[in-house]
């Protein structure tokens, strides 16, 4: 069975650019979720998409936006970009349902280096 | 808010010697708690997780945590760890029960000393 699948592993964009970060869950998971790490403020929560919706939403500015397709298949994409936003991007995906609360499985996310 | 404390950065041990490594929370409501582990240049991995019932929870590679919720506690350890054991442990916390959002604490430097 694949893994959660991220794309691009590395990036590097400049300040006021705009990026797409994409996630393929696990075949048969319907949750993704994404997280953002950096050696100052650990892993923070960003957001989760249920089923093509967003079920929970971090304390994120709007720059800050995702989606979630049919298929399971998300984004996330970051406008007006700023050196802060520097960091590996972690995508996570479970199947959703409350028994199995936080259970993530996680790509080896998308490290982002912002100019 | 909840929130997660672990306060020792690094921890070094040698090999076949005994971990503890510690987490300790805060939270006005009931909370779930897990133990992640993430290897270099890799995402993160479940170790373990406590959602209810048996404070004592076993998990991958010989690791166990015990839920204490009278300290606020949930400490991770290993009896014998090994050179592969070594990595970034996080320690989280869930206040609801069926989404994903997890509150993770800074982390554990775990380093095994041949």
């Known amino acids: 069975k694949a893994g959660v699948t991220q794309t691009p592993r590395y990036l590097i964009k400049t300040r006021g650019q705009q990026v797409t970060l994409s996630c393929s869950p696990i075949s048969g998971h319907r949750s993704v979720s994404w997280y953002q790490q950096t050696p100052g403020q650990g892993l923070q929560f960003l957001f989760e998409?249920?089923?093509?919706?967003?079920?929970n939403k971090g304390n994120f500015p709007g720059r800050f936006s995702g989606r979630q397709f049919s298929n399971s298949r998300s984004e996330m994409n970051v406008s007006t970009l700023e050196l802060g936003d520097s960091a590996l991007y972690l995508c996570?995906?479970?199947?959703?349902?409350?028994?199995?609360?936080?259970?993530?499985?996680f790509g080896e996310g998308s490290r982002l280096t912002v100019l | 808010a909840q929130s997660v404390t672990q306060l020792d950065s690094q921890v070094p041990v040698f090999e076949e010697a005994p971990v503890e490594l510690r987490c300790n929370y805060s939270s006005s409501v009931s909370v779930y708690l897990f133990w992640y582990v993430q290897y270099p240049n890799q995402g993160l991995q479940l170790l373990l997780k406590?959602?209810?019932?048996?404070?004592l929870v076993k998990g991958i590679n010989g690791f166990e945590a015990e839920f204490n919720k009278s300290q606020t506690s949930f400490h991770l350890r290993k009896p014998s760890v090994h050179i592969s054991d070594t990595a970034e442990y996080f320690c989280?916390?869930?206040?609801?029960?069926?989404?994903?959002?997890?509150?993770f604490g800074t982390g554990t430097r775990l380093t095994i000393i041949p």
């Open positions: 989280a916390v869930s206040v609801d029960f069926g989404n994903e959002k997890l509150t």
């Open positions: 406590y959602l209810s019932g048996s404070t």
């Open positions: 996570a995906s479970s199947l959703g349902q409350p028994t199995n609360t936080g259970e993530l499985f």
């Open positions: 998409y249920f089923s093509e919706t967003q079920r």
